[in-house]
């Protein structure tokens, strides 16, 4: 059975879009599509190749907006067949990603990191509380992965963002990991050699196990002075390679 076409109605428009701001744009022009065509959930979305070219931007944009909205359970994306809307929504219920409009990454990551700090730590200490056996199996793999890599290269940037990711999913709490599609671009600076430097934050390469030993006792109080210690030195690390 083919899928069905995607909808192309009178009054429904997308129109390309200037070059700032490319993500929110797009988010906030394909929630007044949706709206403005009425469409339901179950209804196809129009396809990537469609997006790019009404709106004028590149696959890179038009994914990234499909991955924020799949991420806010806003549609879901059939291999093989399109995206489709799983809930009605207005385009004021869409919250655009968030930007962080300082030029240097010192202030990105700084910024960021206050952010980060904050949800790093209730995390932690959630996941202390909930994460089942599972989760801990979890956890402990990406983390011997983690240090496998780092014993190797001596970094592990990927490997060290899919530990931290683990965490977020331990807490059984959707909400973390909708908060941190948010800002993912950014966070995801962290474990991508800042400053062009391998050995970022390396000092905090053992609390890692800590934290993850913490998690394992269900030690609240632990986890969230371990995740507090290893977001420390990503400051002073911050600080010292990019000193103002």
Known sequence: MHPPTPPSLPGAALRPLPSLDRIGAVSRAL???????ALRPGDQLPTERELMERLAVGRSTVREVIRQFQAR??????????????????PDAVHVSLTIDAGALRDRLLQTLEIRRGLEVAASEAAARRATPADLATLEDKLV??????????TAGPEDLEFHLAIYDATHNPLFRQLLEQIRETFEHFFDKPFDRPDFARRSFALHRELFDAIRAGDTEAARMKTLGILAIVEEDIKAMSPQ
């Open 145 to 154: 992965a983690m240090e496998r890599v780092h014993l190797d290269k001596g």
């Open 73 to 90: 359970g806003l549609v879901e994306t059939r291999k093989g067949s399109g995206t489709y809307l799983l809930r009605a929504l207005s």
């Open 31 to 37: 929630a007044a599509f949706i709206a403005e065509a």
